[in-house]
């Protein structure tokens, strides 16, 4: 590969794993506080592109797309958490399995409303053409997403390091029964966290469908991905999202055309990797089970 | 690529992204590390519609790069999509939407009385499958209780369809037609696939 | 006058294990009592009960005289319960600044960080260093500070001696005189039978998830066979 390529194909991994951040960082969040693995994160993802694609289609503004369906999604959220999770808290087994039921109803309503055929969603209006760069022309919309995702992580890194509620995000992530006791009202807090959780879905979902485009079965692709992401850089935790995400993304881009036979082992090579000498994740600890 | 090499051609090399991939950027940088500036491709649907877009946005048209492909890369369904990015790819498929005979022209004109887009080619198979039952159906008077008669008189059933004369091959029970090479332009407000060459009653190789 | 806390006949299981089976207990306001048995009597549990974390089958808990059986973790916080856990549960992702502000709540007169590091010294040249670098007796230290930050009426500690060297185990004893010199209700669960009576003026003695004795600390000095036969002196 000749170092321009080299170059090119360094930016396709960057800009996918600035997705992946994006979509990871929600379903660690919500791991992390609740302990529940939220299978449904995968179709909070499509239905944020999903609702993009109708913003995009009634106001032609790509930027209100970029705020309506984090926070339609951010909505779902917060009636779901306490309408059907808060049910069987303590059973986390169970609600892991009731995120999957949540995930059939929503892509089967996406179906109904929205049909089953591919769609696109063009990138806004400044970042749809292309730049010379080394070895040819590169997307701008892709330089995009390396910035918006980069960026992301660093306004989410200082909240989480800087702020009251960072403060209470990193101690309901280690211990949200002890919160509770200490007078933090921990089903507001769970429902808040699940509410950002699907935010982050649903902006992953408006982020990636000028990329991806939006068709039957994105939930699922983008579940896997944000799975491997979270369990390669640790359960659970803000970091872990951000490493994980920059490792899987390029490695993800290089495998599939160093090693086109073994496309899709390369990276679950990785997690195997990854938990047979760090069994908790590059950045992850170890969870104390009570 | 068989095909290819017998009639004197050659491959410089090929990229293999694996089913369901989202992503085709990584797979378009990599035709840059070709010697050739001919790319076949075999897609459909969403992957048509990342690969085409991906294809323009990393600046292969500009760079002289040609897309070919089997016909389904450039569908209707892709095309409603990508519209003009898929301008100038040429592909071979048994039916076109601009295809110029009395049936076709019924066809795309009934089809979108019904629903406001321009049909596909899954929209034609699915006509010319339900003709097919029609014809072989009328033949043996809807008496449907030997199934080995419902066999022989579909085997039979040949009928002029939107592709083109139809027929099955009695051997294979795939069809005998016509396979346009086609050139996606894009003309009156549509990208369509325009006609610009026929190789005439191809049997299908398969069995 | 109404007791601070209140504890009327309590059930409570573990799945389907009967832990509590008739717990009585009642704390006047601005006593020290400490919980005492062996190792499974259900004293943790009691707590665990108390601060809302398990919801008893049966049974009646008031603090102050208000009803507060089943309710949330949080709410039982806002009646002015605070608990001091087995194993600390500070959070170790935090400083010890942040663990403390995280359970601040601004009431008048209340506790602030300069007061808690008055009370434990340890405290004050650790303020910056994340919970997990700190040694065991500066967590207990923490994991007290934390709940004085609650301004509690009630304060609850569940074995603050465990894994602690003597030396450490007097300073824990020294805090919770002062505590209660200043006037604050405690309940105190623990198995150093020392610390337990220097605390506590009254003794509750646990055994299979009732309380078998109650008394002073010196009448359960001389009830040797109590000693003998529930906590294994």
């Known amino acids: 590969m000749s170092p321009e390529l080299l170059f090119e194909q360094a930016l396709n991994g960057l800009s996918f794993g600035a997705l992946l951040f994006i979509l990871a960082a929600g379903l660690s969040l919500v791991f992390g506080m ?75 309503q996406i179906g109904a409303i929205w049909g089953r055929e591919v769609r696109s969603l063009a990138a806004p209006a400044g970042l749809d053409g292309s730049v010379p760069l080394v070895g040819g022309e590169y997307p701008v919309y892709r330089l995009f997403v390396i910035g918006f995702g980069v960026l992301l992580a660093a306004v989410v890194s200082v909240v989480h390091q800087r702020t009251k509620v960072g403060m209470l995000i990193r101690a309901g992530v280690e211990d949200a029964e002890m919160l509770g006791a200490l007078g933090v009202n921990t089903d507001r807090l769970f429902a808040a966290t699940f509410a950002v959780g699907a935010a982050l879905a ?84 170890i969870r104390v089970a009570r | 690529m068989t095909g290819l090499k017998k009639n004197g051609g050659t491959t410089t090399g090929n990229v293999a992204p694996p089913l369901g991939n989202a992503d085709f950027a990584p797979f378009v940088t990599q035709i840059k590390n070709q010697p050739t500036k001919n790319v076949y491709s075999f897609f459909s649907g969403a992957d048509a519609i990342g690969f085409i877009k991906t294809w323009n946005s990393l600046g292969l048209p500009a760079a002289g790069y040609k897309m070919y492909g089997a016909g389904f890369l450039t569908e209707q369904d892709v095309l409603k999509e990508v519209k003009d990015l898929a301008n100038g790819a040429i592909t071979s498929l048994f039916w076109a ?32 499958g339900m003709h097919a039952l029609d014809e ?72 | ?88 549960r500070i959070f170790s992702d935090l400083s010890v ?15 602030t960080e300069e007061k808690v590091i008055g009370l434990l010294p340890a405290l004050g040249r650790r303020l910056a260093v994340s919970g997990d670098q700190l040694s065991g007796g500066e967590q207990q230290m923490l994991a007290i500070g934390r709940a004085l930050m609650r301004n509690p009426r009630l304060l609850l500690l569940d074995e603050p001696s465990e894994g602690l060297a003597p030396k450490l185990v007097e300073e824990v004893g020294v805090a919770l005189a002062h505590l209660r010199a200043g006037g604050l209700t405690i309940l105190l669960v623990e198995q150093n039978l020392a610390l337990a009576s220097a605390v506590g003026e009254r003794m509750y003695v646990m055994n299979k998830g009732a309380i078998v004795f109650s008394g002073a600390a010196a009448e359960l000095a001389a009830a040797r066979e109590i000693e003998t036969r529930y906590l294994g002196i």
Do not use: C
Request: neutral net charge; proline residues 4%.
């Open chain 3, 1 to 88: 006058m109404t007791a601070m806390l209140e504890v009327r006949g309590l059930h409570a299981y573990y799945g389907e294990s009967h832990v509590l089976q008739g717990v009585d207990l009642t704390i006047e306001a601005g006593h020290a009592v400490s919980l005492v048995g062996r190792n499974g009597a259900g004293k943790t549990t009691t707590l665990s009960a108390i601060a809302g974390f398990l919801r008893p089958r049966r049974g009646v808990i008031r603090i102050g005289g208000v009803d507060v059986t089943g309710v949330a973790a949080h709410r039982v916080a806002h009646a002015g319960v605070a608990l001091v856990p087995q194993g600390r």
């Open chain 2, 136 to 207: 072989a159906l009328k033949k043996i008077g809807a008496d449907t209780s030997d199934p080995d008669k419902v066999s022989k008189a579909l085997e039979d059933v040949s009928f002029k369809s939107p592709r083109g004369d139809f027929m099955f091959d009695k051997n294979t029970h795939n069809p005998v037609q016509d396979i346009y090479i086609r050139e996606v332009k894009t003309q009156n407000g549509q990208t369509v696939n325009t006609i610009s060459d026929k190789v005439a009653k191809v049997t299908d190789p398969g069995k």
């Open chain 3, 97 to 111: 600044h942040e663990n403390l502000v995280v359970a601040a709540r601004s009431v008048d007169g209340g506790w």
């Open chain 1, 202 to 285: 649903g902006l992953a979902g408006v982020v990636a469908a000028p990329v991806f485009g939006l068709q039957p079965g994105m939930d699922g692709d983008a579940l896997i991905y944000s799975l491997v992401v979270v369990v390669v850089g640790g359960l659970g935790t803000l970091g872990g999202a951000i490493a994980g995400s920059a490792l899987v993304g390029p490695a993800d881009t290089f495998g599939k055309v160093l090693f086109q036979e073994f496309a899709l082992a390369v990276i679950f090579a990785i997690v195997a990797l990854v938990l047979l000498f760090r069994p908790t994740g590059l950045l992850g600890r």
């Open chain 1, 34 to 108: 609740m302990d529940v693995v939220n299978l449904a994160h995968g179709a909070f993802y499509m239905l944020g592109a999903y609702v993009a694609l109708s913003v995009v289609q009634r106001t032609g503004s790509f930027w209100l797309a970029l705020v309506v369906a984090p926070l339609a999604l951010g909505i779902l959220g917060v009636i779901l958490e306490p309408l059907l999770l808060r049910r069987l808290r303590g059973r986390h087994l169970d609600q892991v399995l009731l995120t999957i039921g949540v995930s059939l109803v929503i892509v089967d």
């Open chain 2, 97 to 128: 939407v601009e295809l110029d005979n009395a049936e076709n022209k019924s066809f795309v004109s009934a089809y979108q009385r019904q629903y406001t887009l321009l049909p596909d080619v899954f929209a034609v198979q699915a006509y010319d």
